[in-house]
């Protein structure tokens, strides 16, 4: 049972770099979504998506990316990698109505 | 809009301690809430969960209880070990037919547990 797969779990990139991050689920989930997570800010949402074909901005959408072609994949993209996106960011997915969400293991992200 | 406010830390105590995190929240209607645990270097893993008012949700030795009277779900345990230190999120669900069904977090709360 892989549950919810990120990759890569560790990266470093030079500022104005572009990268993917990688979120795949085996849960047969709707709901998928992009989570920073910063010292003594808590997680903050940067994207989600209720379904393939539909995207949505969450708190923090500015530099980021996402698209939904398939129920499992959900990948952020960073146009032009800045030193303030430096961060850990979790992919997560859930069913609908009220239920939990999983969480991946996480990527952390080093802007140099 | 919906928003989750949990006691801030860090917070540490001593082996067999009691344990209480305050949580509140604001939301319309009868939202779903969860406790989430963070060990070092790992992702959120559920903790416990309540869907309705008055529900009690328990995992591990820890407890907390929806209540709407007081728009709290107050995280609890009687007893905590080394292993609980962790970073702890309270988090809400509001899922509407058709609509967004984020989930919002509080800001966490650092447990550290001496021996």
């Known amino acids: 049972n892989a549950g919810v797969t990120q990759t890569p779990k560790f990266q470093v990139l030079k500022t104005g770099q572009s990268m993917t991050l990688q979120c795949a689920q085996d849960?047969?989930?709707?709901?998928m979504s992009w989570y920073r997570q910063d010292p003594g800010m808590g997680l903050r949402l940067i994207h989600y998506?209720?379904?393939?074909?539909?995207?949505d901005q969450g708190e923090v959408p500015n530099g980021y990316n996402v698209s939904r072609s398939t129920t499992e994949d959900f990948p952020l993209r960073l146009l032009s990698a800045a030193p303030s996106q430096t961060s850990v960011y979790f992919c997560?997915?859930?069913?609908?109505?009220?239920?939990?969400?999983?969480f991946g293991q996480g990527t952390r992200l080093t802007v140099v | 809009g919906n928003s989750v406010t949990q006691m801030e830390g860090p917070v540490t105590l001593s082996e067999e301690a009691f344990l209480t995190i305050n949580c509140t929240y604001t939301?319309?209607?009868?939202?779903?809430l969860f406790w989430y645990v963070q060990y070092p270097g790992e992702g959120l893993q559920l903790l416990l969960k309540?869907?309705?008012?008055?529900d009690k949700g328990s995992n591990k030795g820890f407890e907390a209880t929806y209540r709407k009277e007081t728009t709290s779900f107050h995280l609890e345990k009687g007893s905590v070990q080394v292993s609980d230190s962790a970073v702890y999120f309270c988090a809400l669900r509001k899922g509407t037919q058709g609509g967004s069904e984020k989930l919002v977090f509080g800001k966490g709360t650092k447990l550290t547990v001496n021996p």
């Open positions: 998506s209720v379904g393939a074909g539909i995207t």
């Open positions: 939301a319309t209607g009868y939202p779903s």
């Open positions: 309540a869907t309705k008012a008055d």
């Open positions: 997560a997915t859930s069913g609908t109505m009220n239920t939990e969400a999983f």
């Open positions: 849960m047969n989930h709707e709901y």
